[in-house]
């Protein structure tokens, strides 16, 4: 999915309609600043806002996905390639998320294992510390991958305005979690809440 491309033609589709930002915004409920995201190509609009937008516009979902109007003749070659996109996005994030816990779990039988034979095994003081240290880096390190790995698995969904956003690294280390939310702030409503970890669209 080329998001530049598709956030260009957004914008020139929503000009030949004489509308401006905020009009199309409100026509969709959300607001502009979403509106202007997709069109700097920051962000596609989510599933359930492709038909409204696209009737809006008087496009199809084809020729907003593809960033371009596709001819008959290219029609169904389009469609075939824009749904194996997204499936593909889909399965990297169910794969990253996989990851991210294969990750999680290896650190922590590291760390436990490496603390067990530094605290109760008969070896030199200055061995038992090297020992610590290096289980505190492999903490350190592997809790940072997983994060890494699962930041970029999936979107957050707003619990005010439903919107969906990846957050900084920053705001996801920062939140409070749960095993399935985090409390983040919106990119959308600017709105702070328990965001719900989605890991398809
Ligand atoms: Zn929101």
Known sequence: MDQIKIGKFIA???KEQNFTQRQLADILSISDKTVSKWECGKGLPEVSLMIPLCDALQI????????ERVS???YQKKAEENMMNLIKENEENKKRMALSIICGVITIIA??????IASYIAIPTIARIALIVFAIITAVAGIGAAA??????????????KALFVPTMGEYVKGYHTLTKRKLKCHECGKTGMCKHRIIR
């Not at 760390?111 to 067990?116: I, N």
């Not at 790995?149 to 305005?161: D, N, T």
């Open 72 to 74: 008959e003749v290219d």
């Open 12 to 14: 020139e589709i929503r």
């Open 111 to 116: 760390v436990c294992s490496l603390v067990v």
């Open 148 to 161: 890494m790995l699962e930041v970029k698995a999936g979107y957050y969904e707003c619990p005010h305005c």
């Open 60 to 67: 199809t979902v084809n020729d907003l996905l593809t960033g």
